[in-house]
């Protein structure tokens, strides 16, 4: 073996030495391992989270999974805006929600107005930072806890995700959800509270 180590190394260094160059026969793809668009498939997941990709789904298709890493940095700067918001609800198939920020809530009395022992009216504590999403379309509780899990990936920590609603437009009674008036929706919403 040939080394650079000078005559009067210890033995320490010279196995150091020796376990480098060994390790430096081993072929690695170097080159290509921070290359979204050519690093081998088998090591995408791995190159994701050192690129910080916020939602890795293993069932996606490997050009599916080249462009969400390639994608990373861009999608971290809009990261935290109402842009992302929209943009992740139109991943979800929600292109045309609706995102209401800073909303006046309808009020009856004073603030402390409580129906019964248990039942208060509207939300308590709204905040500047709350805001709520109007769906065009009918979804599950599963799909809404799904829309919120991804949103909370995206919104700064003091947003609050108030609430999950079908759309005003929609005056079905009895079925799955009730309007009264334009504003207040009984059923069919979905409250997170915190």
């Known amino acids: 073996m040939t080394d650079l180590l000078p005559a009067n190394s210890t033995a320490a260094e010279r196995a150091i030495s020796d376990a480098m160059a060994r390790a430096w026969a081993i072929a690695t793809p170097a080159d290509l391992m921070w290359d979204p668009a050519r690093i081998p498939a088998e090591y995408l997941p791995w190159l994701a989270w050192a690129a ?33 918001v929209l943009t992740v609800l139109a991943q979800l ?33 709204p905040s500047w930072a709350d805001y709520w999403v109007e769906v065009q379309s009918r979804i599950r509780r599963g799909e809404a806890d799904e829309i919120k899990a991804r949103l909370d990936g995206v919104v700064p920590a003091r947003c609050r995700l108030r609430v999950i609603s079908l759309t005003a437009q929609q005056y079905l009674l009895g079925d799955d959800h009730w309007l009264i008036g334009d504003d207040v929706a009984i059923g069919n919403i979905y409250i997170y509270e915190v």
């Open 93 to 125: 198939g929600h292109e045309e929600a609706v995102l209401i920020e800073d909303r006046d809530l309808p009020r009856l009395g004073d603030d402390g107005l409580a129906l019964g022992g248990a039942w208060v009216l509207g939300p308590s504590g």
């Open 52 to 84: 910080s990709v916020d939602h890795w789904d293993p069932d996606w298709t490997e050009a599916e999974k080249r462009t969400a890493i390639a994608g990373s940095a861009a999608w971290h700067r809009i990261k935290g805006t109402r842009g992302s």
